[in-house]
T-cell receptor, first 115, second 112 residues
Framework: NAGVTQTPKFRVLKTGQSMTLLCAQD?????MYWYRQDPGMGLRLIHY???????AKGEVPDGYNVSRLKKQNFLLGLESAAPSQTSVYFC??????????????FGSGTQLSVL | GEDVEQSLFLSVREGDSSVINCTYT??????LYWYKQEPGAGLQLLTY?????DMKQDQRLTVLLNKKDKHLSLRIADTQTGDSAIYFC????????????FGGGTRVLVKP
């Protein structure tokens, strides 16, 4: 039972570098999300997708881009990393329906440091 | 926009009850959730409550909802050392996409 898999688990970038975080889910979920977690601020939604080929902005989208070319994958890109993007990034997925099926399944996170 | 607030830290002795509080601002919330995050892991759903309920009990967990005051609480009975974690309150509004707004998390430390 893989669930939601994020790669990489850790990454250190220099300011201005770019990278892509990959999220893969094997539960056939329609919805996928990228959150960032910062101390004392909980999780803030960056971008989300309600289906293959669709994406939408969340609460803190600036500096990030996403793509959902395949239903099972959701990519988060940083084109020009900044120190303010140092955070732990979580991917999640869910399906529409009753609350027990609408619950979010989370990956184990990616620790990103931008120097 | 929506806002969800929680206290940052709670210390409790093993065997006592823990109460974690949460307030939210979105009056159109449909469901409210409690998620648990253990060190180095993602969040896992603990329990949820529908907005037209005022109480839900699930084994050692009791959720109380005061919709008028927009106040949610999670009570953990007989707290164990394995309950040490960060607990997040989250609310779901009516927008499509199952988007949740999370509180900042309450770190619970259970002392033996």
């Amino acid at each position: 039972n893989a669930g939601v898999t994020q790669t990489p688990k850790f990454r250190v970038l220099k300011t201005g570098q770019s990278m892509t975080l990959l999220c893969a889910q094997d539960m056939n979920h329609e919805y996928m999300y990228w959150y960032r977690q910062d101390p004392g601020m909980g999780l803030r939604l960056i971008h989300y997708s309600v289906g293959e080929g669709t994406t939408a902005k969340g609460e803190v989208p600036d500096g990030y881009n996403v793509s959902r070319l395949k239903k099972q994958n959701f990519l988060l890109g940083l084109e020009s990393a900044a120190p303010s993007q140092t955070s732990v990034y979580f991917c999640a997925s869910s399906s529409p329906g009753q609350p027990t099926t609408e619950k979010l399944f989370f990956g184990s996170g990616t620790q990103l440091s931008v120097l | 926009g929506e806002d969800v607030e929680q206290s940052l830290f709670l210390s409790v002795r093993e065997g006592d009850s823990s109460v974690i509080n949460c307030t939210y601002t979105d009056s159109s919330s449909t469901y409210l959730y409690w998620y648990k995050q253990e060190p180095g892991a993602g969040l896992q759903l603990l329990t949820y409550i529908f907005s037209n309920m005022d109480m839900k009990q699930d084994q050692r967990l009791t959720v109380l909802l005061n919709k008028k005051d927009k106040h949610l609480s999670l009570r953990i009975a007989d707290t164990q050392t394995g309950d040490s974690a960060i607990y997040f309150c989250a609310e779901k509004g009516t927008a499509a996409g199952n988007k949740l707004t999370f509180g900042g998390g309450t770190r619970v430390l259970v002392k033996p």
